[in-house]
T-cell receptor
Framework: KNEVEQSPQNLTAQEGEFITINCSYS?????LHWLQQHPGGGIVSLFM???GKKKHGRLIATINIQEKHSSLHITASHPRDSAVYIC????????????FGEGTQLTVNP | NAGVTQTPKFQVLKTGQSMTLQCAQD?????MSWYRQDPGMGLRLIHY???????DQGEVPNGYNVSRSTTEDFPLRLLSAAPSQTSVYFC?????????????FGSGTQLSVL
């Protein structure tokens, strides 16, 4: 079983829909990153959070450390949100090492 | 600020050849790392460094060497390329303290080993 599980693996939505991507992990962590990988391959850091909720524009990330679960929400989705979204927990005992989920491929149709 | 500069973008090697992937950052980040990305798998850590002169192995270090002689540069060396090393490689860096929240990635290197 992978240490990091993302769901769904693939998600297709219509423009304007509310999107939720989930990340569950089995190891103790101190923080978690959400990343976005563009169709061209570039990777951008969206959030790092260790508790509660963070919001940046139409993106909202939440985390429950005790339940070992994080979610990424996109409000009013747009075709330019189409990308792969990757969660990356930072293990408590690993120093600076990250573990990565396989990613969720999001396609938003106009 | 250029961020993280990774070269080359594409490379084709023959089995047994050696090469170096270059990675440089201009943000004075102490933490730098190399990952490979393969279809159906998440990013996997090859090697990482927490500062000049300090390197350590990640999940998949075999066949790769690194060094960190300066804060800015963290090259990845393939000693004798094998087809199993065909992958997309990413370099990343992160600051510490108040700046450690954000990861910065290079643009990636698509490597094919024939």
């Amino acid at each position: 079983k992978n240490e990091v599980e993302q769901s769904p693996q693939n998600l297709t939505a219509q423009e304007g829909e509310f999107i939720t991507i989930n990340c569950s992990y089995s190891v103790g962590i101190s923080a978690l990153h959400w990343l976005q990988q563009h169709p061209g391959g570039g990777i951008v850091s969206l959030f790092m959070l260790s508790s509660g909720k963070k919001k940046h524009g139409r993106l909202i990330a939440t985390i429950n450390i005790q339940e070992k679960h994080s979610s990424l929400h996109i409000t009013a989705s747009h075709p330019r949100d189409s990308a792969v979204y990757i969660c990356a927990p930072l293990r408590e005992t690993s120093g600076s090492r990250l573990t990565f989920g396989e990613g969720t491929q999001l396609t938003v149709n106009p | 600020n250029a961020g993280v500069t990774q070269t080359p973008k594409f490379q084709v090697l023959k089995t047994g050849q050696s090469m170096t992937l270059q990675c440089a950052q201009d943000m004075n980040h102490e933490y730098m790392s190399w990952y490979r990305q393969d279809p159906g798998m998440g990013l996997r850590l090859i090697h990482y460094s927490v500062g000049a002169g300090i390197t350590d192995q990640g999940e998949v270090p075999n066949g790769y060497n690194v060094s960190r002689s300066t804060t800015e540069d963290f090259p990845l060396r393939l000693l004798s390329a094998a087809p199993s090393q065909t992958s997309v490689y990413f370099c990343a860096s992160r600051g510490q303290g108040g700046t450690w929240e954000k990861l910065f990635f290079g643009s990636g290197t698509q490597l094919s080993v024939l």
